[in-house]
Structures are given as structure tokens and as C-alpha cells.
């Protein structure tokens, strides 16, 4: 669906469930893969030691999930489909005075990095990279899951609490041409980083 080099969308494969680069094809279980949807819902779970993302259309329907361990170091999360097949995982780096994680493929090939910036005035802001160069904004209210996207200063993609008043439960808005998966990611990451400073300060 997006090219592994810039992260454009492709013509889809409609002759399989999945491209060739491992993520969903158009008419793939579900009605709606997770990475073709421009809407869905994350339901945020925090258990004893996993960190657990459920992926939901705006009906309801189940399109994918995310798993990470809260005791791993470095961090480690890995998005999967309806299927249980792998379309993304995002690995945290060690050794860092900043929060960063690397997004890859389900080959294992890089398809960004984000990382948080250290000084701001006022309020926080991360900034996704690809090959080194900064490609998304990502700024707002991360404790209340109202943040915004930004490439080139236009918005793609929005977090917020529109569609839902359960606690740790948000909707998605993609609104422009950017490969969802550096949106998945990039919010994975975020609500980790916020998981991570909140009981860091507890």
C-alpha cells in the first residue's frame, strides 16, 4: 500500500490479502484493514507488565492490536492486523537523553524514527524523521489524547476524544496523504512515553 522508500501510497494488490510489502490488500478480512482505514479507534490497556492496543473501525469490528512489554528495555511494540499478521513493530532505543523509537516494516526494513523533543516552552512536541530528516510534527495534549499530525504544515492526522468518553479510549483521524503506519507508530510511542512519565513520577 505505500512505497518502503518515501511512504507514498501504492496501487493496492487486489489479487492477495497481503502486498508485497506484508501489509493488507483492498478487500482483506474485516471489510477494512487497519492500514486503509482513515478512521478507527485505539482502546489503550494497561496490565501488569503488557501494554495492549485494541484497533477498532467506527462499527466496532476488531481490525487489529498492538502488544509491548512495560518491563522490556528497551521498549518494544509490535502491530498486527485482524489476522495476527505482523504490519509493523517499533523498538526503542537504550542509550538516549531522549525518548526515540524506530519504526519497522514487517521485514524488517526502517520506515521512520520519532523522538521527543528535550526543551519546549510551552507544552511538549516529538518530531518523526525519515533517513534522518525531519518529515512529521507531533504536538498538543498528550495526557488528554488530543494531538495533531503535521507535514510540510499542513495536518494529516488527528488524536482526540470526539468519538468516545471511555477512559483511554480514542478516535484517529488520518486526513492526509501519509502512511499510516508512521501514524500508528508515532502514537504507540507517544502514549508509552506518557504510560512511562507517569509512573516514573508516581
Given at each position: 500500500?505505500?512505497?518502503?522508500?518515501?511512504?507514498?501510497?501504492?496501487t493496492?494488490?487486489?489479487?492477495?490479502?497481503?502486498?508485497?510489502?506484508?501489509?493488507?490488500?483492498?478487500?482483506?478480512?474485516?471489510?477494512?484493514?487497519l492500514?486503509?482505514?482513515?478512521?478507527?479507534?485505539?482502546?489503550?490497556k494497561?496490565?501488569?507488565?503488557?501494554?495492549?492496543?485494541?484497533?477498532?473501525?467506527?462499527?466496532?469490528?476488531?481490525?487489529?492490536?498492538?502488544?509491548?512489554?512495560?518491563?522490556?528495555?528497551?521498549a518494544?511494540?509490535?502491530?498486527?492486523?485482524?489476522?495476527?499478521?505482523e504490519?509493523?513493530?517499533?523498538?526503542?532505543?537504550?542509550?538516549?537523553?531522549?525518548?526515540?523509537?524506530?519504526?519497522?516494516?514487517?521485514?524488517?526494513?526502517?520506515?521512520?524514527?520519532?523522538?521527543?523533543?528535550?526543551?519546549?516552552?510551552?507544552?511538549?512536541?516529538?518530531?518523526?524523521?525519515?533517513?534522518?530528516?525531519?518529515?512529521?510534527?507531533?504536538?498538543?495534549?498528550?495526557?488528554?489524547?488530543?494531538?495533531?499530525?503535521?507535514?510540510?504544515?499542513?495536518?494529516?492526522?488527528?488524536?482526540?476524544?470526539?468519538?468516545?468518553?471511555?477512559?483511554?479510549?480514542?478516535?484517529?483521524?488520518?486526513?492526509?496523504?501519509?502512511?499510516?503506519?508512521?501514524?500508528?507508530?508515532?502514537?504507540?510511542?507517544?502514549e508509552?512515553?506518557?504510560?512511562a512519565?507517569?509512573?516514573?513520577?508516581?
Amino acid at each position: 500500500m505505500f512505497c518502503p522508500n518515501c511512504g507514498k501510497p501504492t496501487t493496492p494488490t487486489t489479487s492477495s490479502t497481503y502486498n508485497q510489502y506484508g501489509t493488507p490488500s483492498a478487500g482483506s478480512a474485516g471489510g477494512g484493514s487497519l492500514l486503509q482505514l482513515n478512521e478507527f479507534t485505539m482502546n489503550k490497556k494497561i496490565l501488569s507488565v503488557r501494554e495492549h492496543y485494541d484497533f477498532q473501525d467506527r462499527s466496532g469490528a476488531f481490525v487489529g492490536q498492538g502488544e509491548g512489554n512495560l518491563i522490556q528495555l528497551p521498549a518494544k511494540f509490535v502491530v498486527f492486523d485482524a489476522n495476527q499478521s505482523e504490519l509493523m513493530n517499533i523498538q526503542g532505543k537504550l542509550i538516549s537523553i531522549r525518548h526515540q523509537f524506530t519504526f519497522h516494516d514487517s521485514a524488517g526494513n526502517e520506515i521512520g524514527t520519532i523522538k521527543k523533543k528535550l526543551m519546549k516552552l510551552i507544552g511538549e512536541e516529538y518530531w518523526v524523521e525519515q533517513n534522518g530528516n525531519e518529515f512529521m510534527r507531533v504536538y498538543g495534549n498528550f495526557t488528554e489524547h488530543d494531538y495533531r499530525m503535521e507535514v510540510n504544515k499542513q495536518p494529516v492526522a488527528y488524536v482526540h476524544k470526539k468519538w468516545i468518553s471511555v477512559r483511554d479510549s480514542f478516535g484517529v483521524s488520518i486526513t492526509g496523504n501519509v502512511d499510516h503506519r508512521l501514524v500508528i507508530g508515532a502514537i504507540v510511542a507517544v502514549e508509552h512515553v506518557e504510560v512511562a512519565e507517569r509512573r516514573n513520577r508516581h
